[in-house]
């Protein structure tokens, strides 16, 4: 952690910062997957998951050629096996930088946007914007499977601890849910509240240790991405699965909200939006 957050020194995270309105993508700050990955113990060259990083951007504007303020929601889906993620402040300020930057049509922002971040996360991102009246015809998705958060459990670790995990016995194929996460950022130590999405065949899960060992990310430091990646590693490596997905929707900050995805069936997933983003 301690190499990781050297290397964040040089991000705006947790400092002042200008918020700059003429394009500039020198403000995209990427951080590499390596070190992390590595201290879950996973093979770089071989991952145990498929997946992708699904952003909105609630925030993005340009100026037509007539000076008219254009609106856009984006959607940005970042490959798993990218190099890097971006980091989100970084994001927010180059998205921003958009703001009173004439552009000559809508295709024009769609190349730049799917350059600069291309060239950020070392990997080619899909990007799709679309209009207020767009994103409303899509709405909101109920969260899928048990929701666990109604059950009577003690909880009194809020550190991570996987160790909390316990098998109930036999087998399951299973969707279950959580809106109780919560962990904070690596840097700011900023709140992350999220619903996580746990679906699985194989050796049964203990509801009850499944809930309380959401609860243990309650104090923990780590960014979305890193979160979920945990979790999957520690499901994959406490039970035997023969299928495991696992991804989390993160409640929007700074105009942006991340919402990691996780499996190991090497499938195009939906693009959710919950009642809290």
Not at 18 to 23: A, P
Not at 120 to 138: K, Q
């Amino acid at each position: 952690m301690d190499n990781m957050l050297g290397k964040l020194d040089n991000s705006p995270l947790g400092k002042k910062s200008q918020y700059e309105t003429q394009y500039n993508p020198d403000l995209l700050f990427p951080i590499t997957r390596e070190g992390k990955r590595k201290a879950l113990g996973l093979n770089l060259q071989s991952l145990p998951f498929y997946g992708r990083d699904l952003w909105y951007a609630y925030e993005l504007s340009w100026l037509d050629t007539k000076g008219k303020p254009m609106v856009r929601i984006g959607a940005f889906e970042l490959p798993f096996d990218t190099p890097n993620i971006i980091e989100s402040k970084s994001f927010k300020l180059y998205l921003n930088s958009f703001n009173q930057t004439v552009f000559a049509d809508e295709a024009c922002v769609h190349r730049v946007l799917t350059k600069d971040l291309s060239a950020a996360a070392g990997g080619d991102i899909s990007i799709t914007l679309m209009t207020i009246e767009a994103l409303e015809a899509i709405g909101f998705h109920q969260a899928p499977g048990k929701c666990l958060d109604d059950m009577d459990i003690e909880v009194n670790c809020y550190d991570y601890a996987p160790s909390l995990l316990k098998k109930a016995g036999g087998q399951a194929k299973e969707v279950l849910c959580s809106h109780l996460l919560k962990s904070n950022c690596l840097v700011t130590g900023q709140p992350d509240w999220g619903s996580l999405v746990i679906e699985y065949e194989g050796e049964a899960i203990d509801h009850a240790s499944l809930l309380q060992y959401i609860c243990s990310f309650r104090e923990h430091h780590e960014f979305h991405e890193q979160c979920v990646e945990r979790v999957f590693t520690d499901l994959i490596n406490a039970f035997q699965l023969y299928e495991l997905t696992v991804y989390a929707q993160y409640i929007r900050r700074g105009g942006l909200d991340i919402n990691p995805w996780r499996s190991t069936k090497n499938i195009i997933p939906e693009q959710h939006r919950f009642i809290r983003q």
